[in-house]
């Protein structure tokens, strides 16, 4: 089973920046969606942003503009750059593959915007 790992998190101020990175076991390559989900302290996790294995994308209203999903199935990697971070964005940040049977979560990475 493919397993992702999360990293990249880390206290950055409003109006920051940061690169989230999952690296996953094995091939990305068949796994039609992987995304970035996340999840604030006392609130139920959501979707951040989705990228299809043909590089579709879809991202949360709150994130349009400022966040980017990228993949490179050759690498077995999925980014995520944030930009313009605001304290809203503060949250548990979670890699997720949606397999044809089941989905796969990484571990989180912690991202906390504050001054």
């Known amino acids: 089973q493919v397993r992702l790992v999360e990293s990249g998190g880390g206290l950055v101020q409003p109006g920051g920046s940061l690169r989230l990175s999952c690296a996953a076991s094995e091939s990305i390559r068949r796994i039609d969606a992987m995304g970035w989900y996340r999840q604030a302290h006392e609130k139920q996790r959501e979707l951040v942003a989705q990228?299809?294995?043909?590089?579709?994308?879809n991202y949360a209203d709150s994130v349009k503009g400022r966040f980017t999903i990228s993949r490179d199935n050759g690498k077995n990697m999925v980014w995520l750059r944030m930009n313009s971070l605001k304290p809203d964005d503060t949250a548990v940040y979670y890699c997720?593959?949606?397999?044809?049977?089941?989905?796969?979560w990484g571990q989180g990475t912690l991202v906390t915007v504050s001054s």
């Open positions: 990228i299809t294995s043909g590089s579709s994308t």
């Open positions: 997720n593959a949606k397999l044809v049977d089941r989905e796969v």
